[in-house]
């Protein structure tokens, strides 16, 4: 189940941050002379920032968020969480307030960090670059997230480069039990991994996300945003776990990625565009989706998506495109592309949901308002877990428009008898090979 999250939403909860201590900030217990200590080492100008310089021990047990000044009281205008970042953002305020390309080092060991906010925009830097070598543990305790917030933030930054082999470790095994979101409408939202705000240029290589207690990665109003060798993975049975969220977006590119997890393997919000997704390997999970759309009112539409050369294994939903009931607004999800995927054993290869419920039941009061047409099925092929391989359920309210399917080709897994197919308010399109045969 993707949870669909408000666009307002998101930028309330990441707006509490600073690059640095905030202005009028004092530290209990110490002069003013030893105040200057922050930002650190204040006289230095350098384009590579090693956060160790800045008091980060790799134990495994401190919290390196605030390694600077552990044993002090701090008296300051803003919550005293803000006062948590300060070895890892001592580091980023230096890198950010530098000339031309910069460079930060999280090196190899295990950091345990609470909440980390890294904001730009960096007026003068071109290009920075995070290697991310270490393991990062977030903390287990959900009083130092806000709700809907990001354990790791990035926002307003132009030409970040997240490298290095590093893995971000949400730790959310103590957290799942506390998600009531398969229950509750307006349930509270645990933390995401890494998330990304009104980012642009942006490129994540080589790194690893692993038990987030929520979303593993996020995007919010990106631009330009490049994806490729990630790996993400948590238990089958982990709660909203969902691989990569994308939202309000344009010009995304995410490819070569393994991803194993208890929601959505990627699932495309409202109001994206030009979003391009290839060669993933996809399982366990949901498979990869649009949506769920259409639950808020004034959502954005999605055009311009394409799937390709990617691999369902073992997923409960291949291809999935799903649209909630009673909307409250009208939206459109159009020119779409799902091109050449393979299914193994998927319970769902194909399907098309115009009245999502993710709880045990709804009560429907009208048709979902989302305009759903030119959409592509092309090379759908492998085996199916159900009887039904292809299921096309449209709105009734504004049944799909131009919904073809070219060369699909799905076998029952078991072999025992052929799939089939479903149709409600559509009238598919079919070119090549078609099994299950197309709708009567």
Request: charged share 15%.
């Amino acid at each position: 189940m993707s949870l669909d999250i408000p666009f307002k939403l998101l930028l309330l909860f990441s707006s509490f941050s600073f690059t640095g201590v905030p202005a009028g900030a004092t530290i209990a217990g110490l002069g003013s002379q030893h105040a200057q200590l922050l930002p650190y080492n204040n006289q230095r100008t350098s384009h590579f920032f090693n956060v160790k310089t800045f008091g980060a021990q790799a134990d495994g047990l401190t919290d390196d968020t605030k390694v600077l000044f552990p044993s002090l009281s701090f008296s300051i205008q803003t919550p005293a969480y803000h006062l948590q970042y300060l070895a890892f953002l001592s580091a980023w305020n230096k890198a950010c307030q530098a000339t031309g390309e910069v460079d930060i080092m999280i090196p190899k060991g295990t950091y345990l960090v609470g909440p980390l906010k890294f904001a730009g925009p960096c007026e003068n830097v071109s290009k920075i670059i995070v290697h991310m070598k270490g393991y990062l543990k977030a903390t287990t305790n959900l009083f130092k997230y806000g709700d809907g917030a990001g354990w790791v933030e990035f926002r307003w930054i132009e030409g970040l480069t997240l490298t290095g082999g590093g893995t971000f470790d949400g730790q959310g095994a103590k957290a799942w039990p506390y998600n009531s979101c398969s229950t509750d409408f307006n349930c509270k939202l645990l933390p995401t991994n890494v998330k990304f705000l009104a980012m642009n240029r942006t490129i994540v290589r080589g790194i690893t996300s692993v038990n987030s207690k929520f979303f593993h990665m996020a995007l919010v109003e990106c631009k330009n945003f490049k994806g490729s060798k990630i790996k993400i993975s948590a238990p089958a049975d982990s709660p909203n776990t969902d691989g990569i969220h994308i939202q309000r977006s344009s010009s995304v590119y995410f490819s070569r990625s393994l991803i194993g997890t208890g929601d959505d393997c990627i699932s495309i919000g409202q109001g994206n565009s030009q979003v391009t997704i290839t060669s993933i390997s996809c399982g366990p999970g949901h498979g990869i989706s649009v949506g769920s759309l259409g639950r808020y009112k004034d959502e954005g539409d999605v055009s311009g998506l394409v799937v390709r050369d990617c691999t369902m294994i073992g997923t409960s939903n291949g291809i999935r495109i799903k649209t909630w009931a009673n909307s409250p607004g009208r939206s459109a999800a159009t020119n779409m592309t799902f091109e050449n995927i393979n299914m193994e054993n998927v319970t769902n290869p194909i399907i098309i949901d115009q009245a999502y419920c993710p709880f045990a039941s709804c009560t429907p009061m009208g048709p979902s308002q989302v305009k759903l047409s030119d959409i592509y099925f092309k090379k759908i092929k492998g085996t199916s877990l159900s009887a039904v391989a292809v299921a096309l359920e449209c709105s009734k309210g504004i049944p799909c428009q131009d919904i073809y399917l070219e060369d699909v080709h799905l076998e029952l897994a078991t072999g025992e008898k052929q799939v089939t197919s479903t149709c409600k308010n559509v009238r598919a399109k079919y070119i090549g090979t078609q099994i299950p045969p197309p709708c009567a």
